[in-house]
């Protein structure tokens, strides 16, 4: 092996110095997040979140419980907009919950090191965001107790699944990205109770630590079972990233409507729902580092690194945008041309212009370093583009379905109150969810931020006797 020189080693410790900070030790690491959970009270903003998140769930609660009496006419579904908020929203969340399984997987398996203060939120993100959105086709099959119907269980009335439906695909797509994900979450996690067990002075948590931690106590062959596991759910967790949306979109490409029959969907789902996941872990990960004081280990080069590929995700969304118009120039076809100048310049226009508006030209300030630094302008980007996706989702269900290719069954889309009301009710219960795990577990990995502080020490000891 060849020694490095100095300057080669000192470039490398500047690149771990953007990751966490100097001060640290393995006890100072693992006192600073695990406090978190055992000894530090919450912060006011904290309980301020918890009361909306209260607001939200007492509003989803209502809804269902409104929806299940009346049944699915209480939403502003009709005749050519059959499916509405319900899938709007459903396409929504998945799309969130798509960068917990990239920063945690595709980004382990590419050994970036920066994903590591941030990968646990991802990961928690990811299964609140695929349960809000396994909601809505479950409540919009009007039955959500004969759901198992999906499924090709054995059963004694000879009804089986149409497997040529992409509304199947959804049900083992859905189940089974949100299966691996909770174990992968899962598994990751096993170290950080240990070493919350073994920390906790109340008998009631060191009992519950203990049981979740499966008798974890940091020998070679846990550590080598415990690493192999998490490669291997990695490698599998990464096609489930292309794979999902890919498969939600083929819910619209199947079809032969204006606006939706077309072969650019897959790609241009999966970049957006990319796009829209880094968006939302910016919301929250912003807060969170200065409500618990974790801007040494969360730093401002880890938001920047995000609001890049945020960039270049939106970049990709933005050219599906233009490819759209032109298809349906270049096509020749009078529907698709229909279709397009009817989300231009029709009764939903103003939507689709503010659609290009958030996901398209406000985006273009993240070009500037200054702009990806600076919190504010930052916070305020991810919720504008996590606005745009929303939007994206509207324009493409809506516009696409209420002027379809007869006149004589055009009608305009209205939600109703019960439809905005569970929408907002899902924001409450994936805000709960988010403000209960803080509270309960660790949101960095501590057995990750130490494997990265024992590079760090590492490398500066070799830097050290490179300059002796």
């Not at 998945?94 to 994903?115: F, K, P, V």
């Not at 980007?381 to 696409?400: D, P």
């Not at 409450?428 to 501590?446: D, H, S």
Request: aromatic fraction near 16%; charge should be positive; proline fraction near 5%.
């Amino acid at each position: 092996m060849t020694t490095p020189t100095a300057g080669e080693v000192e470039v490398k410790d500047t690149g771990y110095e953007q990751l966490i900070g100097a001060e640290h030790t393995n006890a100072s690491l693992t006192a600073k997040i695990g406090d978190i959970v055992l000894k530090q009270p919450s912060p006011k903003q904290w309980f301020v979140a918890l009361g909306f998140a209260l607001m939200g769930l007492s509003a989803l609660l209502v809804s269902i419980a409104w929806l299940f009496y009346r049944g699915v006419g209480v939403w502003g579904l009709n005749i050519p907009v059959a499916w509405g908020f319900a899938i709007i929203n459903f396409v929504w969340w998945i799309g969130i919950g798509h960068a917990g399984t990239l920063i945690s997987a595709i980004l382990l398996l590419m050994r970036q090191r920066w994903r590591t203060s941030i990968n646990r939120l991802a990961e928690t993100m990811t299964l609140f965001a695929v349960m809000c959105a396994g909601m809505f086709p479950l409540l919009h099959l009007g039955r959500p107790w004969v759901f198992y119907w999906l499924f090709p269980y054995p059963n004694a009335l000879g009804m089986w699944p149409q497997f040529r439906s992409p509304l199947v695909w959804d049900v083992f797509a859905v189940s089974t990205y949100f299966t691996v994900s909770l174990v992968f979450w899962y598994v990751g996690l096993i170290p950080d109770l240990a070493s919350l067990r073994d920390r906790a002075k109340k008998k009631i948590v060191q009992m519950a630590m203990g049981v979740l931690a499966l008798g974890w106590r940091g020998s070679a062959a846990h550590w080598y079972r415990y690493e192999s596991a998490y490669l291997l759910l990695a490698g599998l967790s990464t096609p489930l990233v292309v794979s999902v949306h890919s498969i939600v979109s083929f819910d619209f490409s199947i079809s032969i409507l204006p606006g939706w029959h077309t072969t650019i969907f897959p790609p241009y789902f999966v970049a957006g729902a990319v796009y829209s996941g880094f968006a939302m872990v910016l919301t929250i990960v912003i807060p969170l580092r200065a409500w618990y004081k974790l801007k040494d280990l969360i730093t401002i080069d880890h938001l920047d690194w995000m609001a890049r590929i945020t960039l270049v995700t939106g970049l990709i969304v933005f050219y599906g945008y233009l490819t759209e118009i032109f298809y349906a120039w270049y096509s020749g076809n009078v529907f698709e041309s229909f279709m397009m100048k009817n989300r231009m310049t029709g009764p939903y226009n103003m939507f689709y212009w503010a659609l290009i508006f958030c996901n398209g030209l406000a985006p273009q300030i993240l070009w500037w370093r200054k702009a990806r630094r600076n919190l504010v302008v930052l916070f305020i980007m991810s919720l504008i583009v996590n606005i745009g996706m929303w939007l994206e989702r509207f324009i493409i269900v809506v516009t696409s379905l209420h002027a379809d290719f007869m006149p004589s069954s055009w009608d305009m889309y209205t939600p109703t109150i019960w439809d905005i009301l569970l929408y907002i009710g899902t924001i409450g219960f994936f805000l709960l969810g988010m403000v209960a795990f803080v509270r309960l577990l660790p949101t960095i990995p501590i057995a990750e931020m130490k494997h990265l502080l024992h590079e760090k020490l590492h490398h500066k000891k070799a830097h050290k006797e490179a300059e002796a």
